[in-house]
């Protein structure tokens, strides 16, 4: 089975800031980003702990780049993130994923990535 390889990856949790309106947090929504993990980024926004500096890593990201990595609050995460994909996953390119992947010392994505053989044996 080929795995996603973001779940490989988690560059680009280290890399950018993640920024969001704060009606995103728990403090609005009950299932929304836990407030804990976030700073003030301005007035209107937060920013989850972590993701800021010369050297960000988002605090809600688990494991190891380029290895095995996962988001802790993956359900909760922000508009930013949900909205962010990894190059050639919905056939686009993302130059902002090459350049984080880059930045960790990581090949960028080429579309085969995405697709699996036509004799990759089917699930029974």
């Given at each position: 089975?080929?795995?996603?390889?973001?779940?490989?990856?988690?560059?680009?949790?280290?890399?950018?800031?993640?920024?969001?309106?704060?009606?995103?947090?728990?403090?609005?929504q009950l299932e929304?980003?836990?407030?804990?993990?976030?700073?003030?980024?301005?007035?209107?926004?937060?920013?989850?702990?972590?993701?800021?500096?010369?050297?960000?890593?988002?605090?809600?990201?688990?494991?190891?780049?380029?290895?095995?990595?996962?988001?802790?609050?993956?359900?909760?995460?922000?508009?930013?993130?949900?909205?962010?994909?990894?190059?050639?996953?919905?056939?686009?390119?993302?130059?902002?994923?090459?350049?984080?992947?880059?930045?960790?010392?990581?090949?960028?994505?080429?579309?085969?990535?995405?697709?699996?053989?036509?004799?990759?044996?089917?699930?029974?």
């Amino acid at each position: 089975m080929r795995i996603n390889p973001c779940l490989e990856c988690g560059a680009c949790c280290a890399y950018y800031s993640v920024s969001f309106y704060w009606t995103e947090s728990n403090l609005v929504q009950l299932e929304g980003i836990p407030i804990e993990m976030t700073d003030k980024f301005n007035y209107f926004r937060l920013m989850m702990k972590g993701s800021s500096g010369s050297k960000p890593r988002c605090i809600a990201l688990k494991g190891f780049i380029g290895k095995k990595v996962h988001c802790s609050i993956y359900a909760k995460r922000a508009s930013v993130c949900r909205d962010f994909s990894a190059s050639w996953e919905n056939g686009i390119h993302n130059e902002r994923c090459d350049k984080a992947r880059v930045a960790w010392g990581l090949l960028p994505l080429s579309p085969e990535i995405w697709h699996l053989p036509e004799d990759f044996p089917k699930a029974a």
